[in-house]
DNA sequence: TTACCTGCAAAGGGTTTGCAGAGTC
DNA sequence: GACTCTGCAAACCCTTTGCAGGTAA
């Protein structure tokens, strides 16, 4: 599918969303929509708010946690915490399932793919009469860079 | 090991990082050590205070952030974010190893202890050249007892 | 037309900071 | 006695809320 096709389905399964809520579908939410599918990685609030200003199309604060909110309902973004206390989003419409590695002395957010864990996940959860949903992994550490620049 | 040997061994253990480091041994530190590990399960800055409070021994929110960074430090106890930016954290030192079930629909949080997360979690760190120091493995969805109560 | 949505600004709540006094070493 | 730590309160920052005006249905 190319990048333009995927964003008219992108526009389709929220507009769906939309309806079967009873939604309203405003201009904003498909400016939201389309701002946060053109980045890649991970956002927050206050980026996407200063990357829209910066595009001239400025939202108000509350009309992105309200946008977010229904992003996140309809399963088009997952929510995120880094353990700083800000909130980080990130698109999963169309995106290989992964999780992440958090370098502790850098900072950089590493992601991976081990297919083991969806196995794991899937145990667990017969064990423990438990329904998963979603998952939320991550690993702290020190990454291969960073490896390398320590003195021996 | 006894409950209070348990206990003088948490002290000298703490105490040899507050050495270590050169942070002087206050008592509102070890009163704070002492009563987090009187209880049980998670808890946040808000119910510490409020529980030493209660026991009219009152130490400022400005002690525990400090006193609670050390002890971050000192390996014994870890941070938790369960995605409502409340920051929990969690006594470590002789406990199990385990991770986390969260329901979405109660809010209860569930302990689990599953080792083949452990060969997982070395496996991606040899995979990706990692140097893993913790992790924060979460999994949401529908405990037990939730799915019962729901109308068929 | 009506109900919902947006924008604005203020409130809320957890966390951090600055400063004066207290206490460890 | 020096220097760090504590307590207090204010500042800070992200998020939520209330309300008036605007707009999709």
Chains 1, 2 share one sequence.
Not at 29 to 50: M, P, T, V
Request: net charge neutral; proline share 2%.
């Amino acid at each position: 599918m190319n990048q333009e096709n995927s964003r008219e389905n992108l526009k389709y399964i929220f507009t769906q969303y939309l309806d079967k809520k009873g939604h309203r579908k405003t201009p904003e939410r498909f400016a939201i929509l389309d701002e946060i599918f053109s980045f890649q990685g991970h956002f927050n609030i206050k980026s996407l708010y200063l990357s829209m200003k910066d595009k001239n199309y400025t939202v108000s604060r509350a009309t992105l946690y309200n946008t977010i909110d229904l992003l996140l309902e309809s399963n088009l973004i997952i929510k995120h915490q880094f353990r700083n206390n800000i909130t980080c989003y990130e698109k999963i419409f169309e995106c290989a399932r992964h999780d992440h590695l958090i370098c502790t002395s850098c900072g950089a957010v590493i992601e991976f793919n081990e297919p083991e864990i969806q196995k794991t996940e899937e145990k667990i959860a017969r064990m423990m009469n438990f329904t998963m949903t979603h998952r939320s992994i991550y690993f702290y550490g020190i990454c291969e860079n960073c490896l390398i620049s320590v003195c021996p």
